[in-house]
C-alpha cells in the first residue's frame, strides 16, 4: 500500500536553531498539506499545496515558518529560528484533489525544541 | 462558524464491550464527514467516511459510523473493543466547495483488559 514518506521521525534542537522536515506523498497525489499537532489537540492546517502552488498557508507563522514544493512532488517546511512553543508533532499529508477527499497521513515528524 | 465537537475527552471501556464515540458538526447541508485514528506517535488512519447515500457506513477495523441530518452528528461505534484499539480518535468535517477540512480535538479511548 502506498505511504506518506516523512523524515526525520524525531528532532530535538534548541531554541534559535533552524529545523526542517520532508515529506514525500503518495504517487500522483496533487495536493499536499503540512498540519501542525500539539499534543492533546487536533491536527492544524500550517499550509496546502495544489501541485507547487500554495493554496492556503493563512495559519502558518510566515515570520519563522516556511514551506515549498518546487516540483510539486516532495516538500519541505522550514522553521527558523525555533521557539520553545514549536515543540509538535508536524503532519505530512497528502490527496488526489482539494477539498472533500481522503487524506493519507504520514507517520509525522517529532520535533522537541529545548 | 464551522466546528466539529466531540464532546468526550478520554473514554475507558472494558476489553469486548461496546463503544460510541460522539461527533456532531455545525454547518453544512451535505457535508463531509470523516472518522481518523491516531496511535501514540504515529499518523492518522482513516477509518471510515460519509459522502453521501446509505447513512449507515462501514470501515476498516470492526467500525461503523452513523449520519444522522436531523442531529448533525456522526457517531462511530464498534460492538466489541479489543485491546489493540485503545488510541486517540478525531472526527473531521468538509462542508464542501473546497473548504478545508475541520478537525474536532480528538476523543481518547483506553480500554482496561
Redesign the interface.
Known amino acids: 500500500e502506498a505511504e506518506?514518506a516523512?523524515s526525520p521521525r524525531y528532532k530535538i534542537t534548541e531554541k534559535s536553531q533552524a529545523v526542517a522536515f520532508w515529506c514525500d506523498p503518495i504517487s500522483g497525489h496533487a495536493t499536499l498539506y503540512w498540519y501542525r499537532q500539539i499534543l492533546?489537540?487536533?491536527?492544524?492546517?500550517l499550509v496546502?499545496f495544489q501541485d507547487e502552488s500554495v493554496v492556503?498557508d493563512s495559519q502558518l507563522p510566515k515570520d519563522r515558518f516556511s514551506a515549498e514544493r518546487l516540483k510539486g512532488v516532495d516538500s519541505t517546511l522550514k522553521i527558523q529560528p525555533a521557539e520553545l512553543g514549536d515543540s509538535a508533532?508536524y503532519?505530512c499529508?497528502s490527496s488526489w484533489g482539494?477539498?472533500?477527499n481522503?487524506?493519507?497521513?504520514?507517520?509525522?515528524s517529532?520535533l522537541t525544541v529545548l | 462558524a464551522q466546528s466539529v465537537t466531540q464532546p468526550d475527552i478520554h473514554i475507558t471501556v472494558s476489553e469486548g464491550a461496546s463503544l460510541e464515540l460522539r461527533c456532531n458538526y455545525s454547518y453544512g447541508a451535505t457535508p463531509y464527514l470523516f472518522w481518523y485514528v491516531q496511535s501514540p506517535g504515529q499518523g492518522l488512519q482513516l477509518l471510515l467516511k460519509y459522502f453521501s447515500g446509505d447513512t449507515l457506513v462501514q470501515g476498516i477495523k470492526g467500525f461503523e459510523a452513523e449520519f444522522k441530518r436531523s442531529q448533525s452528528s456522526f457517531n462511530l461505534r464498534k460492538p466489541s473493543v479489543h485491546w489493540s484499539d485503545a488510541a486517540e480518535y478525531f472526527c473531521a468535517y468538509n462542508a464542501g466547495n473546497n473548504r478545508k477540512l475541520i478537525w474536532g480535538l480528538g476523543t481518547s479511548l483506553a480500554v482496561n483488559p
Do not use: C, I, K, N
Open positions: 506518506v516523512q492533546g489537540q487536533g491536527p492544524e492546517l496546502q492556503d508533532m503532519l499529508a482539494s477539498g472533500a481522503v487524506l493519507t497521513f504520514g507517520a509525522g517529532r
